[in-house]
């Protein structure tokens, strides 16, 4: 019996989604005990879910062009990407993804322009070769994608005078890369998420103990902080980030806790999360992404029955 993923949609007039219903999409044979990591969306109807682990540890995607009712799935990746799959993210060109290498214990950037047919590798810029730094997450608007990345694999001993962060931007699909700033006050990040319209946002590690949140309209060459999110956010059981419109981004964690701004990131509320058939929502999120400037976005899960869920959330 092939394993499914689970889609559900939520309905009502209320600005939160307050009812969800679900379809199931069959997984391929080879990836019948697979898990979802990640997903990337180019539009509301066209995604990327990675992450589904097979066989022999082969790693699939799965692409849908209608918004879940059909899929197709690939296992056809370049060395470097075949471990597994940790965040993917979409511009007008086509999609990103940090894919994780086994044999070198570290991350590689992979760019596809079919829909996940084939995926080519991306070369890193020359400071993160020297310096060990891999690529950890990123964002995408319509021109450009900003990919953050950290040297924890090379770190010896744990020192922490040994740890380095970057945060670089590219216009032309991982050709060439410019610096890009981290927010003011931030020694890490925890997330990122942008619009076509050329608006992202970042989640950071403040002195404060709680997430401070940020805005860039330029690139990531500079940053405003506008807000943070509440101590009921634990950024050690960060989930995932999206934002489907300028004023509107979710957040989930691993506990399946959903948070929800309507003004931009300056104030956080939670909101409820997808349940499962019997009204639980054990389902261990572990992705979310929306579509640009749709608000339809899409979470996934990780736990047993594994499950994509499909939101169309008012701003």
């Given at each position: 019996m092939?394993?499914?993923?689970?889609v559900?949609?939520a309905?009502?007039?209320?600005s939160?989604p307050e009812?969800?219903?679900?379809m199931t999409?069959p997984l391929?044979?080879?990836a019948a005990n697979?898990q979802?990591a990640?997903i990337g969306c180019?539009?509301p109807t066209g995604?990327i879910i990675?992450?589904?682990?097979g066989a022999n540890?082969?790693?699939?995607?799965?692409t849908?062009m209608?918004?879940?009712r059909?899929?197709f799935?690939?296992?056809?990746f370049?060395a470097p990407?075949?471990?597994?799959?940790?965040?993917?993210?979409?511009?007008r060109?086509?999609?990103f993804?940090?894919?994780?290498?086994?044999?070198?214990?570290?991350?590689?950037?992979?760019?596809t322009?079919?829909q996940?047919r084939?995926w080519?590798?991306v070369?890193?810029?020359?400071?993160?070769?020297?310096?060990?730094?891999t690529?950890?997450?990123?964002?995408?608007t319509?021109s450009?994608c900003?990919?953050?990345?950290?040297?924890i694999f090379?770190?010896s001993?744990k020192?922490p005078?040994?740890?380095?962060?970057?945060?670089?931007s590219t216009s032309?699909d991982?050709?060439?890369?410019?610096p890009a700033?981290?927010?003011?006050g931030?020694?890490?990040?925890?997330?990122?998420?942008?619009?076509?319209?050329g608006r992202?946002w970042?989640?950071?590690?403040?002195?404060q103990?709680?997430e401070?949140?940020a805005?860039?309209?330029d690139?990531g060459?500079t940053w405003t902080t506008?807000?943070?999110i509440?101590?009921?956010f634990d950024?050690d059981?960060?989930?995932?980030?999206g934002?489907?419109?300028?004023t509107?981004?979710?957040?989930?964690d691993d506990s399946?806790?959903?948070f929800v701004t309507?003004?931009?990131?300056q104030?956080?509320?939670?909101?409820n999360?997808?349940?499962?058939?019997h009204?639980?929502?054990?389902?261990?999120?572990?992705?979310l992404?929306?579509a640009?400037?749709?608000a339809?976005?899409?979470i996934v899960?990780?736990?047993p029955p594994?499950s994509?869920?499909?939101?169309?959330?008012?701003s």
């Amino acid at each position: 019996m092939a394993t499914t993923v689970l889609v559900g949609e939520a309905t009502g007039a209320s600005s939160l989604p307050e009812r969800w219903t679900r379809m199931t999409v069959p997984l391929p044979d080879a990836a019948a005990n697979g898990q979802l990591a990640a997903i990337g969306c180019w539009s509301p109807t066209g995604c990327i879910i990675g992450g589904i682990r097979g066989a022999n540890a082969a790693t699939f995607t799965g692409t849908t062009m209608n918004g879940g009712r059909s899929w197709f799935f690939t296992s056809r990746f370049p060395a470097p990407l075949a471990g597994g799959v940790a965040s993917i993210a979409c511009d007008r060109s086509g999609c990103f993804m940090v894919g994780e290498n086994l044999a070198e214990d570290a991350d590689a950037l992979g760019f596809t322009r079919n829909q996940g047919r084939s995926w080519s590798i991306v070369p890193l810029p020359q400071q993160w070769i020297s310096e060990a730094i891999t690529p950890g997450f990123i964002g995408c608007t319509t021109s450009t994608c900003l990919v953050y990345g950290n040297n924890i694999f090379a770190m010896s001993g744990k020192n922490p005078s040994n740890y380095r962060v970057a945060l670089v931007s590219t216009s032309d699909d991982g050709r060439s890369w410019s610096p890009a700033a981290l927010p003011g006050g931030s020694g890490d990040l925890d997330a990122i998420a942008c619009i076509g319209a050329g608006r992202c946002w970042a989640l950071y590690r403040s002195a404060q103990p709680q997430e401070g949140v940020a805005v860039s309209i330029d690139g990531g060459r500079t940053w405003t902080t506008v807000g943070v999110i509440g101590n009921a956010f634990d950024p050690d059981h960060f989930g995932g980030f999206g934002c489907a419109t300028r004023t509107s981004c979710y957040l989930v964690d691993d506990s399946n806790d959903l948070f929800v701004t309507h003004n931009g990131g300056q104030e956080w509320s939670p909101t409820n999360p997808p349940r499962n058939r019997h009204g639980s929502t054990d389902l261990e999120t572990d992705g979310l992404a929306c579509a640009s400037e749709s608000a339809t976005c899409y979470i996934v899960g990780i736990a047993p029955p594994t499950s994509l869920w499909k939101s169309q959330l008012a701003s």
